[in-house]
């Protein structure tokens, strides 16, 4: 492997045409998490390309990277590519997690979001329309713990396939998240570990139906749980 490196190059006048490139080869994440003080620990080798062109009251961005041998918060992210295509009033984000052919989660969306660099600031368009789709057959539950600061300690599998649309204001789901084999042991709950844990829920448009989620506490508690219910997503304020 050739040496790590980062290009900056360009210019973004006040006024006139913008013409900012970067691009980043094998770049190590620790350094730059060490640099910044970046929470989660990343760790990995960066890959990138990024280009800015347009004007500042009508930018267009681009941007594509690879992130491999990924780590956050202790957990194995394998290989994470993602693409973002930004201009007039909308931004394209693609990702795929995964080395292989056949990656663990494919996600891909289209927000309102309007890009301005001239003082007017960037903002979702609340009436702006969403759309994408997430999905994932095999989604380790070890993931959550990227989000939540390793709080859960889950495991297990999640199946995924859900379809966005709607607004930013107003968004919308269909489709299902299945879990099986799962196992949480809550920092807050101290040594309390919940196993078997399973769960079914469909997401149908602004409503939620939770059909089953269950769970048994840790041995020697004997306890039991299980959770079934409706739920309506109201409207957002933006």
């Not at 795929?96 to 903002?123: F, H, K, W």
């Not at 084999?181 to 079914?200: H, I, K, Q, T, Y």
């Given at each position: 492997?050739?040496?790590?490196?980062?290009?900056?190059?360009?210019?973004?006048?006040?006024?006139?045409?913008?013409?900012?490139?970067?691009?980043?080869?094998?770049?190590?994440?620790?350094?730059?998490?060490?640099?910044?003080?970046?929470?989660?620990?990343?760790?990995?080798?960066?890959?990138?390309?990024a280009s800015l062109t347009g004007s500042r009251a009508?930018?267009?961005?681009?941007?594509?990277?690879?992130?491999?041998?990924?780590?956050?918060?202790?957990?194995?992210?394998?290989?994470?590519?993602?693409?973002?295509?930004?201009?007039?009033?909308?931004?394209?984000?693609?990702?795929?997690?995964?080395?292989?052919?056949?990656?663990?989660?494919?996600?891909?969306?289209?927000?309102?979001?309007?890009?301005?660099?001239?003082?007017?600031?960037?903002?979702?368009?609340?009436?702006?329309?969403?759309?994408?789709?997430?999905?994932?057959?095999?989604?380790?539950?070890?993931?959550?713990?990227?989000?939540?600061?390793?709080?859960?300690?889950?495991?297990?599998?999640?199946?995924?396939?859900?379809?966005?649309?709607?607004?930013w204001a107003h968004p919308l789901a269909a489709g299902?998240?299945?879990?099986?084999?799962?196992?949480?042991?809550?920092?807050?709950?101290?040594?309390?570990?919940?196993?078997?844990?399973?769960?079914?829920i469909g997401f149908f448009g602004d409503s939620v139906?939770?059909?089953?989620?269950?769970?048994?506490?840790?041995?020697?508690?004997?306890?039991?749980?299980?959770?079934?219910?409706?739920?309506?997503?109201?409207?957002?304020?933006?």
């Amino acid at each position: 492997a050739g040496p790590s490196s980062v290009a900056l190059a360009g210019a973004m006048p006040a006024e006139g045409a913008l013409d900012l490139r970067l691009r980043t080869v094998d770049f190590p994440l620790r350094d730059v998490a060490e640099l910044l003080n970046l929470p989660g620990e990343p760790r990995g080798r960066l890959w990138s390309t990024a280009s800015l062109t347009g004007s500042r009251a009508a930018p267009d961005l681009e941007a594509d990277a690879e992130w491999r041998g990924g780590m956050l918060r202790g957990v194995a992210l394998d290989t994470l590519r993602a693409r973002a295509r930004a201009a007039a009033d909308a931004v394209r984000l693609d990702a795929t997690l995964g080395a292989g052919a056949r990656p663990t989660l494919v996600a891909e969306a289209v927000l309102p979001l309007v890009l301005g660099l001239d003082g007017s600031g960037s903002r979702f368009d609340g009436e702006g329309p969403i759309a994408g789709r997430v999905q994932s057959d095999s989604l380790g539950l070890e993931l959550l713990q990227t989000l939540t600061g390793g709080t859960l300690a889950a495991r297990g599998t999640m199946a995924l396939d859900l379809t966005l649309g709607g607004t930013w204001a107003h968004p919308l789901a269909a489709g299902a998240l299945r879990v099986t084999n799962g196992s949480l042991a809550p920092a807050a709950l101290g040594n309390v570990r919940w196993g078997g844990v399973e769960a079914d829920i469909g997401f149908f448009g602004d409503s939620v139906a939770v059909r089953n989620i269950a769970a048994t506490s840790s041995a020697g508690r004997g306890g039991n749980a299980r959770l079934s219910g409706h739920l309506e997503i109201g409207r957002a304020h933006v």
